[in-house]
């Protein structure tokens, strides 16, 4: 199956800092990616819908100047968590759909952020 | 609008013996339904689809779900439960359009 990779899987920083997490569709392109928040034990919440070469669109509650998202190519979309504080910490997972566009998404290893 | 409920947080199972996780729909659409499994600390693994075809999907490490429309049902069974299938388990709906609406998930426990 198609594979998407996320990196870091793991980052700690400070209060007050940015951090970027890459999503990348390694053997396809990615028109759309979605990006995911889970909280412990929790389902996992759409944060916002990535669409290559335009703007994402952000799902209700979900500030778009915190959480930075930037498509610009095929396969790589990142999100940027800015000036976090400890209250960002959770774990982030893209998701990709091919081109096929069957409804089938494969999912990114996930990020674990932690804010100090 | 278009919902999933999974109606165990938790199944605890012995080796070796049978498992059942429920799911239920409900959608305005013809959907397509999903099963993942996540291991702790990792992305989402798809362990089978149903898309209009097949009403009995099989899928991956022994899983299969069945679509009944009639019940608004697509459960997941597997005839013997291993210890590596210890995971979190989501039931997924895509109904029309590019949303995905994931049920809250179940915590399948196997013991020995």
């Known amino acids: 199956g198609a594979v998407v990779s996320q990196h870091p899987s793991r980052v700690i920083c400070k209060s007050g800092t940015s951090v970027k997490i890459e999503c990348r569709s390694l053997d396809f392109q990615a028109t759309t990616m979605f990006w995911y928040r889970q909280f412990p034990k929790k389902s996992l919440m759409l944060m916002a819908t990535s669409n290559e070469g335009s703007k994402a669109t952000y799902e209700q509650g979900v500030e778009k100047d915190k959480f930075l998202i930037n498509h610009a190519s095929l396969t790589l979309s990142t999100l940027t968590v800015t000036s976090a504080h400890p209250e960002d910490s959770s774990f982030y997972i893209c998701?990709?759909?091919?081109?096929?566009?069957?409804?089938?998404?494969?999912f990114g290893e996930g990020s674990r952020l932690t804010v100090l | 609008a278009q919902s999933v409920t999974q109606l165990d947080s938790h199944v605890s199972v012995s080796e070796g013996t049978p498992v059942l996780l429920r799911c239920n729909y409900s959608?305005?659409?013809?959907?397509?339904l999903f099963w993942y499994v996540q291991h702790p600390n990792k992305g989402l693994q798809l362990l089978l689809k149903y898309t209009s075809a097949a009403t009995l999907v099989k899928g991956i490490n022994g899983f299969e779900a069945e679509f009944k429309k009639s019940e608004t049902s697509f459960h997941l069974t597997k005839p013997s439960a291993h210890m590596s299938d210890a995971a979190e388990y989501f039931c997924?709906?895509?109904?029309?359009?590019?949303?995905?609406?994931f049920g809250t998930g179940t915590q399948l426990k196997v013991e020995l």
């Open positions: 998701s990709a759909r091919t081109a096929m566009n069957t409804g089938e998404l494969f």
């Open positions: 959608s305005s659409y013809s959907p397509s």
């Open positions: 997924v709906l895509t109904g029309g359009g590019n949303k995905l609406t």
